[in-house]
């Protein structure tokens, strides 16, 4: 093939029906886990869960334990509250992943 020779119009819809079929499946194999990959990132988010609990009973804790002592416990506070939200979104996500991985096994994949 001469590459001084611009491309011509057959040339051109087979590269750009190759590049959207290339790009199809890239979208739908992020769209589409295997069983694996799920139970993997289940796994991965069930831990997070309960590396979350421990932390988040630590930090109420450590709250007590200033209010108690009579120190300041507002930032702790604070804290406590970005670790309840984020706490939130692991379970959030281990909950997803598990209805996910249900309707994986629903549809006999």
Same mark, same amino acid.
């Given at each position: 093939?001469?590459?001084?020779?611009?491309l011509?119009?057959?040339?051109?819809?087979?590269?750009l029906? *190759? *590049?959207?079929l290339?790009?199809?499946?890239?979208?739908?194999?992020?769209?589409?886990?295997? $069983?694996e990959?799920i139970?993997?990132?289940?796994?991965?988010?069930?831990?997070?869960?309960?590396?979350?609990?421990?932390?988040?009973? $630590?930090? $109420?804790?450590?709250?007590?334990? *200033?209010? $108690?002592?009579?120190?300041?416990?507002?930032?702790?506070?604070?804290?406590?509250?970005? *670790?309840?939200?984020?706490?939130?979104?692991?379970?959030?996500?281990?909950?997803?992943?598990?209805?996910?991985?249900?309707a994986?096994d629903?549809?006999?994949?």
């Amino acid at each position: 093939m001469n590459r001084n020779k611009p491309l011509g119009f057959w040339e051109i819809v087979s590269w750009l029906v *190759l *590049l959207a079929l290339i790009g199809f499946l890239i979208a739908w194999q992020e769209a589409h886990m295997d $069983r694996e990959m799920i139970m993997g990132h289940l796994a991965l988010a069930e831990q997070h869960v309960k590396d979350g609990a421990v932390i988040v009973e $630590r930090q $109420r804790g450590l709250i007590a334990e *200033l209010w $108690r002592d009579g120190h300041e416990t507002l930032r702790a506070a604070e804290l406590l509250a970005t *670790l309840v939200e984020t706490q939130r979104a692991h379970i959030a996500d281990r909950d997803r992943l598990q209805r996910e991985l249900a309707a994986y096994d629903a549809q006999g994949q």
